[in-house]
């Protein structure tokens, strides 16, 4: 049976959104990640899928700030919600299916869609 690819686990990264099935991470690597790809927001989306976008960014602030970040277990379809906008690839050779592709939150951008989720008060 071959090996499934390294996967980062970050821990003490929260599993999902509180009292919700919305999921921030991923338990174990598959044979391939599943890709990144940039999800629409609609204006008239439910107002918790805008909850949980807004907790998604408010963990990756914590747990990463500025810095560049390890795709790893964060989950794919989370991610999208916030791809090329918020969260953008450090690489322009970047691997949508990596788990180590890297990452970082474009601060100017989160602050101007989510002021909420970079200030320290508001991480859940």
């Keep these: 049976m071959p ?6 686990k970050h821990r003490g990264f929260p599993s ?7 999921q921030f991470t991923i338990r174990r ?6 890709k990144i790809e940039k999800r629409e927001r609609h204006p008239d989306r439910k107002k918790i899928l805008n909850e949980a976008d807004k907790n998604f960014l408010a963990c990756l ?5 500025s810095e560049p970040f390890e795709r790893g277990n964060l989950d794919a379809g989370r991610l999208g919600t916030l791809f090329m906008r918020e969260v953008k690839p450090v690489d322009t050779d970047f691997d949508p299916q990596d788990y180590e ?3 970082y939150i474009d601060e100017h951008v ?7 989720s970079l200030e320290e008060d508001n991480y859940k």
């Design 3 to 8: 090996s499934l690819p390294y996967m980062l």
């Design 29 to 34: 690597a598959a044979p391939v990640a599943t």
């Design 101 to 103: 592709a890297m990452l």
């Design 110 to 116: 989160a602050r101007a869609n989510f002021p909420e």
């Design 61 to 65: 602030w914590k747990a990463f700030g």
């Design 16 to 22: 999902r959104l509180p009292g919700t099935d919305f």
